[in-house]
């Protein structure tokens, strides 16, 4: 992309760096094994296919010669961070991000800085016309930066 349209101050908005997350490099292989998702070719640029789009929704437009990203998981943050999207100014997705809590110092004079504990419900989903109780299961999850 860069060989072919350089970025420039005209177009460096519509240039964004998506950064992944641990899990989006590996991809199931069987029950047992995972690979590598992401293969570079043998002139340093990376092959990017299902398991990058695997949290992203892509549109391709073909007439004006573009690519589309934006969260595929429908909802304003993913629970483990990844991915986020963003362009030279600022975040773009995910839109929110967790409740931050002041820093604090460690022993070694390191900074600590908690985030305030997010609940996570599990439900679990049964047609419509049954009547069965849904029994919901709240388990709290501390995270840390």
């Known amino acids: 992309?860069?060989?072919?349209?350089?970025?420039?101050?005209?177009?460096?908005?519509?240039?964004v760096t998506i950064e992944l997350g641990p899990k989006d490099y590996m991809q199931r292989y069987?029950?047992?094994?995972?690979?590598?998702?992401?293969k570079a070719g043998s002139n340093d640029n990376a092959v990017l296919g299902i398991p990058f789009m695997t949290q992203l929704a892509i549109t391709f437009?073909?007439?004006?010669?573009?690519?589309?990203f934006g969260p595929g998981c429908g909802c304003e943050t993913m629970t483990d961070g990844y991915p986020t999207i963003s362009n030279n100014d600022q975040?773009?997705?995910p839109l929110t991000q967790l409740p931050k809590q002041p820093s604090t110092s460690g022993s070694d004079g390191t900074f600590i800085r908690r985030r305030k504990p997010t609940?996570?419900?599990n439900q679990v989903a049964v047609p419509e016309n049954t009547h069965?109780?849904?029994?919901?299961?709240?388990?709290?999850?501390?995270?840390?930066d």
Do not use: C, Y
């Open 91 to 93: 975040v773009l997705w």
């Open 132 to 144: 069965h109780t849904v029994k919901s299961h709240k388990q709290t999850l501390n995270k840390l």
């Open 1 to 15: 992309m860069f060989a072919e349209k350089p970025v420039t101050d005209a177009n460096r908005n519509s240039v």
């Open 61 to 68: 437009d073909r007439t004006h010669k573009r690519i589309g």
């Open 30 to 38: 069987d029950s047992k094994n995972l690979v590598f998702a992401v």
């Open 119 to 121: 609940t996570t419900t």
